[in-house]
Structure formats: C-alpha cells, structure tokens
C-alpha cells in the first residue's frame, strides 16, 4: 500500500477527497509512481509532467520524508517508507502567481 | 418553448447561463472546474447537448472537458495535442527563432453537421482535429508547416490561433486566425493554407503591408455570405468581400478602431458589431464609457449603443472571445467583461442589461439558441 497527496486542483479533477492509497504491489521507482497514478486515474495523464512521457511540468514538486524528490531521474528508487505506506508522497503545487 | 444557453469562460471557471425566449430571467450554474481557466466552451450545433470546454492551468497544463447532456455532467476527453514531425521553430519578439510548445487550447469549434468532430485551435499557433468526439486529437499540419511558419510571432497573449471559421456549406473549407501572424485558408480541408492578410497594414511591423505578422484580433462571418469576412485587428477593423483575398477598412467613425471582440448579426449579414477599446496600452473603454458598436452598413459608419451599459468610470475589458450572438427574433447579444459582468441585449443592441455582475474576469461568451 502506498499513499499519494495530491494537490486540491488535482483531487477535485480526479474526483477524489483525501489522500490516494495505491493497494497492490508498491511501485519501485518514480517513473513507476507516477504511471501507476496515470494508469488508475487517466484524468491525471499530462497535469503531473508534459505528455506523452515527458518531464515533470514545472510548477509541480515532489516531496517525501522532509526530502525534496522533484528533480532526481525518473527511475530513482522511492525512499523506502514511501513503498512502505510509512510516509506518504507528496505532488505539491507551488505557490506561484495570484 | 425556444431557450438560450450562454457558455461563458472565465479566469476561475466556467458558467452556464440559461433563459426561455423572452430573455428575462436567469438561471446562473457554476463555476465549473472552479480555479481553472476556463479559455472557451461551445456546443455543438449537430448535438446541442454536447458543450465542448477548454480547461487549462500553468500549474496543470490542458485539460478538455465534454459533456452530453448540457453541460450537467462533464467526462474529461483528449489533452494529448502533439505536433506533427519535428515541430521545428517560430519567431520570437525579440526576433530569436523558439520551438513550437504546446501550451493551451484557445478555442473549440465543432462541427456544423457532425458531432463527433471538432477543431482546436491551440498556442503556439496550430490547427488540431478530432474526429472521436474529443478523445484523439491530431494536427492538421499543412497549417504549422506553410512556409511562413519560422516567421510568425506571439502577439502579448502569446502565439495563439484564437479563432476557426467552419463554412457550413463547404467542410472542406476552413479559416484560422493567428496572433501575431494573420488570417489562413484552406479550401481543401486542411492540407495547403493560404496567407489572407492583403490590405491590412500593421504599422509596428517594419513592412507595414508584409503577408504575415498582422495581429488579428478577430474575425467574423455570416453563413449567408460566406464570401464576406470582417474582422477587428490590433488597430482597424476591416472587411473582406472575397473571402479574404484583399481587405478594406471599415473603421469609419468609430472612437478607437482598436479593440478585441467583434460579432455578426443573426440575420442581418451587412450588420456588425464591435466594442471599441482605448488603445493598445490602456486595455479599457475611451472616456470610461462602455459602448458597443453597430454598422448596418457592413461597416463605414457606426452608431454607439449605450442603453443599460455603464457610461461613466467603466475601465474594463471585453476580449476578443467575449462578444456573441443568440439566433432569435430579435437577435440578442451577449458581452462578458474582464470585470466579471456578462451583459445582454434581447433587442439587437438597443438596450442592455446584466445578467451577472460579480463573476471571475471572462474570457469568452458563446450562445446556444435550443428549440
């Protein structure tokens, strides 16, 4: 089990209300996070990092265990109380514009 | 009993506005997709229950959003808008050559007679098709790839195709209108595209009368002359009698022939509107009076329509999107400002009054006039 926090835009868009628990195996990577939360919510596919498969958009940051993740390659393994639903991951917005 | 359903887009969602015939009393939905910018929604006039809308973030990227029954409930549908080949480059406005980035769909047209296709006009400048309903969407890029194409330029609001003209008697024809590059083409569906800019001048560009580069603004047609095009650019508003071959001014009187937003009457082909605006630096209305204009000459000379629209410290805009038409008898009118105010008139512009005067800064108003 692993939990994502997305931001508010996001969970209205995806119709969601709380955090995201992702049941089944736990992604490894990164890369793999963020597919499997394009593959269980398509709605997401292209808000997260530019499509088809590109990087990440540049006003959204990834954040977990007190770490700044948003700029390690994308098969960076996840730090392990993220895999292990210990620590949650964070898709934060930054604070930009008005 | 005949209805009205005005689709307005704004900074911080979309609304939907609806009336019976006697255009009186409003029934006000939204936001929808609140917190997002909601650049245009329209419907279809194959399905009218199908309301197509552009939802987009500079945190979030695109989003488009399609609903089936009016627009009660929405399913997001295709965002996936990828040039065609090596997207190569465009100019820039410090004369530097930039790839093409997708950014942002501006404007949705569907298709007159069939419902599952619909056009997206996107920044930077490029024609999209979709012909599932929304779901894929793939260039038509003899548009991009004209041989202007490395010259064309952002205008302030960025390198956007802000307008698609569909001609309902002829699918294989089309018209685009592109900030800062001019107005295109095509009479074979898409494949080759044909600069429409002789007659406009554009004293910013260091050839002032060049074929591309004009910051066109707008432009507007009537299906019963289809040939006939009028346009508003950064400064001018023109006309074309041959479908944009060769354009004339048609500025006339008017107190500033800058402005964004232009419209053609219902049923009267030769009578226009536009809503003129300061200037290029001072993006409000001269004398702080908001006035719409009519010509019921096809341009030349225009009258000023006050009635029920602010006359005395008005400072808001009215952008190029924002400027619509209902089909009843007598035709409405309707105009969204970038103060929050949707203004309509049911009587062709005589009178106005608001239905809505405290929403986000509108970015665009369409009209559905339902059976």
Redesign the interface.
């Given at each position: 089990m692993m939990r994502v926090v997305l931001?508010a835009?996001?969970r209205?868009?995806a119709g969601l209300e709380g955090e995201v628990v992702l049941d089944g195996p736990a992604p490894a990577t990164l890369h793999e996070l963020l597919l499997t939360l394009e593959s269980r919510f398509?709605?997401l596919?292209?808000?997260?990092r530019?499509?088809?498969d590109g990087p990440r958009?540049p006003?959204?940051r990834f954040f977990a265990c007190g770490e700044d993740l948003s700029d390690l390659p994308l098969d960076s393994p996840l730090p392990a109380a993220v895999v292990q639903g210990l620590e949650p991951f964070y898709v934060v917005?930054?604070i930009?514009?008005g | 009993m005949t209805q009205v359903r005005v689709l307005v887009g704004t900074r911080k969602g979309g609304f939907i506005l609806e009336a019976d015939g006697r255009r009186r009393d409003w029934r006000i939905t939204g936001p929808l997709f609140?917190?997002?910018e909601i650049y245009h929604m329209k419907g279809s006039p194959a399905a009218p229950e199908r309301i197509y809308a552009s939802q987009s973030?500079?945190?979030?990227?695109?989003?488009v959003q399609r609903s089936d029954d009016g627009g009660k409930t929405w399913q997001?549908v295709g965002?996936?808008?990828?040039y065609e080949g090596e997207p190569g480059t465009h100019a820039g406005l410090d004369g530097k050559q930039y790839p093409w980035v997708f950014r942002r769909v501006w404007h949705l047209e569907p298709h007159p007679s069939d419902p599952e296709t619909v056009y997206a006009g996107v920044e930077d400048a490029a024609l999209f098709c979709s012909r599932d309903g929304g779901q894929n969407w793939e260039e038509v890029a003899g548009l991009r790839t004209h041989s202007s194409g490395a010259y064309w330029h952002p205008g302030a609001g960025g390198l956007c195709l802000h307008t698609i003209l569909l001609d309902e008697t002829n699918p294989a024809r089309l018209w685009v209108a592109i900030s800062a590059a001019g107005v295109f083409g095509t009479t074979d569906g898409g494949r080759s595209w044909q600069p429409l800019n002789r007659g406009l001048q554009s004293s910013y560009l260091p050839n002032p009368e060049a074929e591309i580069g004009h910051c066109v603004h707008r432009i507007a047609r009537h299906p019963a002359r289809p040939q006939v095009l009028y346009m508003q650019k950064h400064w001018d508003v023109m006309r074309s009698d041959d479908g944009g071959a060769r354009w004339q001014e048609v500025s006339g009187n008017l107190p500033s022939d800058f402005g964004f937003a232009l419209a053609v009457h219902a049923h009267e082909p030769e009578t226009v509107y536009v809503v003129p605006i300061k200037s290029d630096s001072e993006h409000f209305p001269p004398d702080g009076r908001l006035r719409v204009y009519r010509s019921r000459t096809g341009g030349h000379e225009w009258e000023a329509l006050t009635r029920g629209l602010p006359q005395e410290h008005c400072y808001v805009n009215v952008l190029r999107g924002a400027l619509a038409v209902d089909a009843l008898e007598p035709c409405g009118l309707y105009m969204g400002t970038t103060g929050g105010q949707v203004y309509a008139s049911a009587d062709a512009g005589e009178t106005w009054q608001p239905i809505v005067r405290d929403l986000p800064a509108v970015l665009s108003v369409e009209v559905q006039t339902l059976p």
């Open positions: 931001p835009h996001l209205a868009l398509p709605v596919r292209g808000t997260l530019h499509l088809p958009r006003f959204i917005a930054a930009a514009g | 609140a917190g997002w973030s500079g945190w979030f990227g695109q989003i997001a965002n996936q808008f990828l």
